[in-house]
């Protein structure tokens, strides 16, 4: 069974996405607008991502038009998005819409990801719910040298230094590239 790692870009102080739910920020960094080498999780087989994320790849890429875009990004790999609402599709890409909690929907995830990982793309409250559901194993994040005064959060939940374990700290190009490895919650046993 593959690890779930939700890998993200977020700002100085915490946020991933602005009040608009733009990247533009992140884009406008020297080397912000592609990842570097050896940053996107290479063994990746699914990737999971929430409505507002998927929408922004859709209206910012232009893929419904060019769906040869989707490709570049996602592959072949299958994408879960989490949603209630009906979205439209980029021929020729795998999207599996799921509602309903992490935890209902973790078993197809996990059949489809088989033994490789998962990566939770986007957004930081969809990666706290697989944070709340025990299944996530790793926050990476490239800290990017820019500041906002509001936005999506990285992770809207509270997270103790005893469920978190630095396990690489590095610059790459302009970004800070942290990656934590989450533990199990101590139940005092």
Known sequence: MGRIVFDTAATLNGWIADENDSLAWLFAVPGGEEPA???????ATVM???????EWVLRETGVLEH??????????RPTFVFTHRDLPVPEGADIRFVS?????????IREAGGD???WVVGGGDLAGQFFDAGALDELAVSIAPVALTGG???????????RLRLESAEA???????RYRIVAADDGS
Request: aromatic fraction near 10%.
């Open 67 to 76: 769906p040869e875009k989707w490709q570049e990004f996602h592959g072949t």
């Open 172 to 178: 790459v190009g302009q970004f800070a590239r942290l």
């Open 152 to 162: 999506a959060p990285l992770f809207p939940r509270r997270v103790e230094s005893d």
């Open 116 to 118: 490789g990982g998962i």
């Open 48 to 54: 999971v991502e929430g409505r507002t994320t998927y």
């Open 100 to 108: 309903g909690s992490v935890s209902d929907a973790l078993p197809v």
């Open 37 to 43: 080498e050896g940053l996107v999780p290479s063994d």
